[in-house]
């Protein structure tokens, strides 16, 4: 089963600024891609998909990359609520494979 | 009903202990999967069921031994665990796919 390689983290922001994750994954068969996030002590909750066209959904914008097996999230205006940890998640056959994740903290 | 139930929430359970998981879904996903999440590491994928067999089992030890008795319901059999089984185990299901992929709570195993 290949990788999931996300940025180490953690990422420290105040309220309002912007943050990016970047993933990249060496199953180049892969066909599905997400970004899942998971507070502390609880499960992991669908954010979004991402499509090779983009895709936004708010303040949440996700991007893939197939040619260079790479896919980002944009996060704009931070809110504290945000604070979680991101995990950058692929498909492999029926299973969903995660990435370490990374953990953002937006402070006041 | 879009859920994923997972029963017990949490567990302590002693290294010669037998003890299962539940994990319940009625949501017509035929696959169910258990997972294993140790603290700040990733859900790392134990066994796949698809249609009510075992199509993955990522070279889990025996210990640990899964169940699926019909489409609904998928249980985690343990048995002689080690403290460094200690962790959250996730159960989920989907559509024989990636898509529409729905994970339970969670039981937090602690094995002392």
């Known amino acids: 089963r290949k990788e999931v390689e996300q940025d180490p983290g953690p990422f420290n922001v105040p309220e309002g600024a912007t943050v990016a994750f970047n993933c990249t994954y060496s199953?180049?068969?892969?066909?599905?891609f997400f970004w899942y996030r998971q507070d502390c002590r609880k499960e992991p909750k669908l954010l979004m998909s991402?499509?090779?066209s983009g895709n936004e959904d708010g303040r949440f914008t996700a991007q893939l990359n197939r040619a260079s097996q790479y896919i980002s999230l944009l996060i704009r205006d931070s809110k504290l609520s945000d604070s979680a940890t991101y995990l950058c998640?692929?498909?492999?056959?029926?299973?969903?494979?995660f990435g370490k994740g990374t953990t953002l903290s937006v402070s006041s | 009903d879009t859920e994923v139930t997972q029963t017990p929430k949490h567990l302590v359970m002693g290294m010669t202990n037998k003890k299962s998981l539940k994990c319940e879904q009625h949501?017509?996903?035929?696959?169910m999967y258990w997972y294993k999440q140790k603290a700040k590491k990733p859900p790392e994928l134990m066994f796949v069921?698809?249609?009510?067999?075992?199509?993955i089992n990522e070279s889990v030890p025996s210990r640990f031994s899964p169940e699926c008795p019909n489409s609904s319901l998928l249980n985690l059999h343990l048995h002689a665990l080690q403290p460094e089984d200690s962790a959250l185990y996730l159960c989920?299901?989907?559509?024989?796919?990636?898509?529409?992929?729905?994970f339970g709570s969670g039981t937090r195993l602690t094995v002392v």
């Open positions: 199953n180049s068969a892969s066909q599905s």
């Open positions: 989920a299901s989907s559509q024989v796919g990636p898509d529409g992929y729905t």
């Open positions: 991402v499509y090779s």
């Open positions: 949501m017509g996903h035929r696959a």
């Open positions: 069921y698809s249609y009510e067999k075992l199509s």
């Open positions: 998640v692929v498909e492999s056959g029926t299973a969903l494979i």
